[in-house]
């Protein structure tokens, strides 16, 4: 007879998911999601309960410069293997997504790095991420804008000669009429906090960690 | 005295006559489109040049000997050849003698395709590496050294041959397969990084045979920094990298009578003594736009024992400033890291094509017009630039290790 798993059980398992996620352990991460999902715990518990903490622990301490990109990018992808089999129960729920996110490195500049790992971050932490890629016209942000409707807009840039693509692509989405309804995240190594006040962006961050922490408390989801 | 005498006197921290000024390198030199606004702000037709490419990727030219004397630049750079490069048919696009594909993007070329990025330890005995032997690399450049030599003062530089063991590890394998490797395949990271060592290794042996006898100064270039942070931690810098280009710049030092100038850009303060204990007589860039890179600091801290080169930020502070605030800046880098002499004054990259040439001419005016010794800018200098507190970088990757936090439950 099959005995109701335990709560000690059940933890065992979700703080087992939490450090090897932690560790950028794939395979275990992806086993023991499985063994979560097959002790009964709900798609939307290991998110919440073990894969959304841990992320949130590797931004904490990559921010504190315990963790630098190599760690980072290790734990991303093994919550990425978990969330290929969290997806699709999710959305067999009806579940909604914290937010929607639309990313894109800007026209002239095809650098991905730090753009992939916020996408990384933002799906990790809950968000229904469009990556439209590297090198994004202004025309294709703003077509994107129109048919997802995100909360938020993120434009990447690498060089100083790229940044000057952030106000061209605001620009055309005010000018399609859709500058209001989204808050535009603007980043890369030469941008600067008083660089997007100047060009009237609604944020920036400086990686992939605060990146989110500031989407969730846009949206007072924090 | 003359630039190799003033060079020898900063390198043996001493006191020169005035602050030795260094451009035109493979990465501190200008963009070609910024070299020709400069040409038409000088309203001088005849400077040459403006085709002459000195790195493909990034789009930089080889500024005309006439503009090096303009500008009292007191060295003079050899460059090795790019060899094995195969165009893309079809696309503005070329693969290097490593097998990577880079594309032009705006005005320079980025990273396209990485061959290794799928590869495994077995795919580094069969990967076509460079032939370290291959004598076109450094065609010709024997000679032009020991012109030079023979019928100048300046101060002649080897630049590096493009790409360092992370760098080029970085960019063989693909950014994402590299960094991934870091966290957990040291094994495969490990081996990239020995193949690599050994081939720069024979390179510079060949290299140097042509133009050792002729130099004081070597380049050699790998980026360990980014913008806020190291790229890998400090304790897997320390295991993985310093061991093998502190066994490179003892081979390279080795092979002549010369001082090894050492590229990083980026933040990196928690490993400058590391990188002293490699052999390194001078620091560059000094990224001053970086994460904690105080200059006032660092020469409290490191100036006895490394020169520093560099220090003019080309990120933030000469295409956003304005030639007045240009100047103001050189004289502070002066100050901070010039006091008693081991400083060269150098731009930390190439200059853009987003820098005024108003702040390009500025920057070279207030080098020859700062840079005399004894240093009189008492009346240049803010009080508080003038005896700064050293502003101890905030060394978050110093402190003791950060406890992990166990997993919240509800």
Same mark, same amino acid.
């Given at each position: 007879m099959i005995t109701k798993p335990t709560q000690d059980e059940i933890d065992a398992v979700l703080d087992g998911i939490y450090e090897h996620t932690l560790n950028g352990q794939a395979e275990p991460v992806v086993a023991l999601t499985e063994q979560? +999902?097959?002790?009964?715990? /709900?798609?939307?518990?290991?998110?919440?309960?073990? +894969?959304?903490?841990?992320? /949130?622990?590797?931004?904490?301490?990559?921010?504190?410069? /315990?963790?630098?990109?190599? /760690?980072?990018?290790?734990?991303?992808?093994?919550?990425?293997?978990?969330?290929?089999?969290?997806?699709?129960?999710?959305?067999? !729920?009806?579940?909604?997504?914290?937010?929607?996110?639309?990313?894109? !490195?800007?026209?002239?500049?095809?650098?991905?790095?730090?753009?992939?790992?916020?996408?990384?971050?933002?799906?990790?932490?809950?968000?229904? +991420?469009i990556d439209l890629g590297v090198n994004v016209p202004p025309e294709v942000f703003v077509e994107a804008v129109r048919q997802h409707k995100p909360d938020f807009v993120g434009m990447s840039a690498f060089l100083t000669t790229t940044i000057p693509m952030f106000r061209p692509t605001m620009d055309a989405l005010a000018a399609a009429g859709l500058r209001e309804g989204v808050k535009i995240f603007v980043g890369g190594a030469p941008v600067t906090q008083e660089y997007a006040d100047q060009i009237g962006a609604d944020g920036y961050a400086p990686n992939a960690s605060v990146l989110v922490r500031k989407c969730k408390e846009m949206l007072g989801r924090a | 005295m003359n630039p190799r005498q003033r060079f020898n006197a900063v390198v043996n921290h001493r006191e020169p006559d005035r602050v030795p000024i260094d451009w035109g390198r493979h990465v501190g030199s200008i963009h070609r489109a910024g070299y020709v606004g400069l040409k038409h702000h000088l309203g001088d037709e005849e400077l040459r040049n403006e085709d002459a490419v000195l790195d493909r990727m990034v789009q930089n030219v080889y500024p005309d000997e006439k503009l090096l004397r303009k500008f009292n630049v007191d060295f003079r750079w050899l460059e090795p050849h790019w060899v094995g490069v195969q165009e893309v048919e079809g696309e503005d696009a070329y693969i290097d003698m490593w097998g990577i594909k880079w594309v032009k993007m705006l005005n320079s070329y980025s990273l396209y395709q990485s061959p290794l990025a799928e590869a495994a330890i077995p795919d580094l005995d069969t990967f076509p590496w460079p032939d370290p032997y291959n004598p076109a690399i450094w065609a010709g450049l024997g000679e032009r050294a020991r012109w030079l030599h023979e019928n100048t003062d300046y101060v002649i530089v080897a630049d590096s041959i493009k790409g360092g063991l992370l760098t080029k590890a970085l960019q063989i394998c693909g950014y994402m397969?590299?960094? #991934?490797?870091?966290?957990?395949?040291?094994?495969?990271?490990?081996?990239?990084?020995?193949?690599?060592?050994?081939?720069?290794?024979?390179?510079?042996?060949?290299?140097?045979?042509?133009?050792?006898? =002729?130099?004081?100064?070597? =380049?050699?270039?790998?980026?360990?920094?980014?913008?806020?942070?190291?790229?890998? #931690?400090?304790?897997?810098?320390?295991?993985?990298?310093?061991?093998?280009?502190?066994?490179?710049?003892?081979?390279?030092?080795?092979?002549?009578?010369?001082?090894?100038? =050492?590229?990083?850009d980026g933040s990196v303060t928690p490993v400058i003594q590391d990188i002293v204990e490699m052999g390194v007589d001078i620091l560059n860039p000094i990224q001053t736009s970086a994460m904690g890179m105080d200059t006032y600091w660092m020469k409290e801290e490191f100036g006895d024992r490394l020169v520093f080169h560099g220090a003019i930020d080309v990120q933030q502070m000469l295409p956003f400033s304005t030639p007045g605030q240009v100047r103001y800046d050189v004289a502070k880098r002066i100050w901070d890291l010039g006091r008693g002499g081991g400083y060269i004054l150098s731009t930390c990259h190439d200059i853009g094509e987003d820098v005024p040439p108003e702040n390009v001419l500025a920057m070279f005016a207030a080098a020859w017009e700062y840079g005399n010794y004894p240093l009189d800018l008492a009346s240049v200098l803010k009080p508080e630039d003038l005896h700064p507190l050293a502003s101890k970088p905030d060394l978050a990757q110093q402190k003791a290790p950060i406890e992990r936090r166990v997993r919240p439950k509800r």
């Open positions: 979560a +999902l097959a002790l009964g715990v /709900e798609p939307l518990g290991v998110l919440f309960d073990a +894969l959304i903490p841990a992320l /949130e622990e590797v931004g904490r301490l990559f921010e504190a410069g /315990e963790y630098f990109v190599p /760690e980072m990018l290790v734990a991303a992808k093994a919550m990425q293997g978990a969330m290929g089999i969290l997806k699709p129960l999710i959305a067999k !729920t009806g579940a909604k997504p914290v937010g929607t996110f639309v990313m894109g !490195t800007v026209k002239g500049d095809i650098h991905d790095i730090g753009k992939d790992l916020c996408n990384i971050m933002l799906e990790g932490g809950g968000f229904e +991420l | 397969r590299f960094f #991934s490797a870091l966290a957990g395949e040291l094994d495969f990271a490990e081996a990239v990084l020995d193949k690599l060592l050994w081939l720069y290794k024979e390179m510079w042996s060949g290299y140097m045979a042509e133009v050792g006898p =002729y130099v004081q100064m070597v =380049y050699f270039t790998d980026d360990i920094g980014a913008q806020n942070n190291m790229l890998i #931690s400090p304790p897997l810098f320390r295991r993985l990298l310093k061991p093998r280009l502190a066994a490179l710049f003892d081979h390279i030092k080795g092979l002549g009578d010369v001082k090894l100038s =050492y590229h990083t």
